[in-house]
């Protein structure tokens, strides 16, 4: 199947998703983030705003936070290039590209290789580090400049096994499911 197929398929089955199962994974896949040696010895944390068909963030970004890591967003400035920038509290953020939440443009802006841990988001992605992105290339063209761990946070149900990969799409080192955390590579 083509990439554009799967983002597909995987939108429909999203839209499926019981709203319980939701809460509960995404809470589940918070806490193994929270419980993990990454995020305890990870001084710079590099986070999402989770949409609304993504796993729902704002636990690990509120932890962060009170935890005194320093939290950094993405902010798309062009097509397929985001900034990290750094937020001091959650009323930082405000609507932006794809209607989603992302640091307002005074937030200091913070280098890729500063960033000492990376949670991603996806649309699938599977035990093997493949990902599969919503097709803008931002996080392959972000990612390998941080050099610190990458995280892929997916639901479960949202694993596919059958990803096509391209050679400059970015294999992830951890896989994030309500189930736990599992090594890549």
């Not at 944390?45 to 949409?51: D, E, I, L, S, T």
């Not at 936070?65 to 062009?78: E, M, N, S």
């Not at 985001?82 to 001091?88: D, F, L, T, V, Y």
């Not at 035990?127 to 941080?146: E, S």
Request: glycine share 10%; aromatic share 8%; net charge neutral.
């Amino acid at each position: 199947m083509t990439k554009e197929a799967i983002r597909a398929e995987m939108a429909g089955r999203v839209k499926n998703l019981s709203p319980v199962y939701c809460r509960e994974a995404d809470a589940a896949i918070c806490r193994w983030v929270e419980q993990s040696e990454f995020y305890r010895e990870a001084r710079t944390v590099f986070c999402y705003v989770g949409a609304k068909w993504e796993i729902d963030t704002t636990a690990l970004l509120r932890s962060a936070l009170r935890d005194g890591k320093r939290l950094v967003l993405p902010l798309c400035t062009q097509p397929g290039v985001m900034e990290a920038r750094q937020i001091g509290s959650l009323g930082d953020l405000v609507s932006g590209k794809f209607g989603i939440l992302a640091p307002k443009l005074q937030c200091p802006l913070v280098p890729p290789e500063e960033i000492d841990l990376a949670l991603v988001p996806c649309c699938t992605g599977n035990a093997g580090g493949q990902r599969l992105g919503y097709g803008g290339g931002y996080y392959d063209r972000f990612l390998p400049r941080t050099g610190c761990p990458a995280l892929l946070l997916c639901r479960g149900q949202m694993v596919r096994e059958d990803l096509p990969m391209d050679g400059h799409d970015v294999v992830m080192d951890y896989l994030v499911t309500e189930k736990g955390i599992t090594a890549c590579r």
